[in-house]
């Protein structure tokens, strides 16, 4: 047998067994943005604003993604699932791993129990009291709790080391379920979740909680890290995360929608994030939208406000524009402001590096594939 023939063979025994695998569905989307934004500081009573404004343009990446997922049928109504996601800069060029890698999981799902999923995956928490109010497509949306409140010791969107139950829906309603472990606070449960969502056609209500343990917050990681190091001990040399708090975050809200048939949409959402003696925030989220032949007009207003004795209140507002070329590509325009409210005391501490506002424009595109 020539080079040729023998060539020949061992590619169709390579190949024969793909052809029984199912090919992965590959999508993405690219979603550039040409920016200008403008951060104002505050000045100090006492000696003046010393603190120049930042400003300037820049092409901007939001979101950008590119997936690959699938199933495999494994007889029975069950299914092997799988699907991976991870975030590219179309600005620069680049890929964007590590925190900003989207999604990686793998689980069964079953037509009459519903899904169990392992590894990095949406939190149910998110859809349930977010994403309804998370609708620009510029980076500074009108969503309150991700962009006002400045305190998120639990992750917006995604979180990694999940395992998320999903249930089939009844008549619209599914319940969802996710713990997360190894976040290197302990050796049990870090965070666990629980939201209920109902949409069915033009209403959608959603409610959800999460709870975070406080020995897997950022600070009680801080906290652990040095006292295994042998810096608590007391003297010149103690860490000042020895003194941090670890008490547990909780965190808990409800979001509903409602598309009229004339085209007018409102959507509002209310947040609240509490740790006992470290922060305590309230969020508000009201979005209008009004849809009309392939475009849609948005306007968004937001609140976060502090009840842990700061005296800070941030708020904002957005208002968009957006155009469908096709159902797969669109065009926005959009303007946002986001306005803080800096604690009383700043007057006492003379601090005039802290925001004051920050002022985004936005124009761009959006190609999903």
């Keep these: ?15 024969a067994p793909a052809l029984a695998v199912a090919k992965p569905d590959i999508y993405g989307s690219v979603r550039i943005s040409e920016n200008y934004s403008k951060t104002e500081f505050n000045g100090n009573p006492a000696t003046g604003r010393t603190r120049s404004d930042l400003k300037g343009w820049d092409v901007q990446n939001n979101a950008s993604r590119l997936g690959f997922r699938g199933a495999e049928d494994l007889g ?5 699932v799988y699907h991976y996601e991870f975030g590219v800069n179309p600005a620069d060029g680049v890929t964007i791993g590590g925190a900003n890698n989207r999604l990686a999981y793998g689980g069964l ?8 999923t392992i590894g990095t995956q949406w939190n149910p928490y998110y859809f349930a009291v977010g994403g ?3 609708t620009f497509n510029g980076f500074y949306s009108a969503n309150g709790y991700y962009e006002a409140a400045g305190y998120n010791e639990l992750d917006s969107t995604r979180s990694g080391n999940q395992i998320l139950y999903k249930s089939p829906s009844f008549g619209g309603l599914t319940l969802h379920a996710g713990v997360l472990t190894d976040l290197g606070g302990n050796t049990g449960i870090d965070q666990y979740q629980v939201a209920g969502i109902y949409d069915n056609g033009p209403f959608f209500l959603g409610l959800a909680y999460r709870g975070l343990d406080g020995d897997s917050t950022t600070q009680g990681i801080e906290k652990q890290a040095a006292k295994d190091a042998g810096l608590c001990q007391g003297g010149p040399a103690q860490s000042p995360a020895c003194f941090f ?4 975050v909780n965190q808990y809200g409800l979001q509903a929608r409602y598309q009229f048939a004339t085209g007018l949409g ?9 740790q006992s003696g470290v ?14 032949g392939s475009s849609s007009a948005r306007l968004g207003w937001f609140k976060a406000k502090n009840d842990d004795g700061l005296e800070e209140d941030n708020d904002g507002w957005i208002v968009g524009l957006q155009h469908r070329m096709s159902k797969k590509t669109r065009l926005w325009l959009e303007y946002g402001q986001t306005n803080f409210d800096q604690d009383r005391n700043n007057a006492v501490i003379g601090n005039d590096s802290l925001f004051d506002k920050n002022k ?5 595109m959006r190609h999903d594939f």
Aim: glycine content about 12%.
């Design 360 to 364: 985004n424009f936005s124009v761009g």
């Design 132 to 134: 309804e109010v998370d």
């Design 245 to 248: 708090s670890t008490k547990n």
């Design 279 to 292: 922060a305590k925030w309230n969020t508000y989220d009201v979005v209008v939208n009004y849809d009309f």
């Design 266 to 274: 409102l959507a509002g959402s209310w947040q609240r994030v509490k």
């Design 1 to 15: 047998m020539n080079r040729t023939a023998i060539a020949v063979t061992l590619a169709g025994l390579v190949a």
């Design 109 to 116: 799902a079953g037509a009459g129990w519903g899904q169990l």
């Design 76 to 80: 029975n109504g069950l299914a092997a």
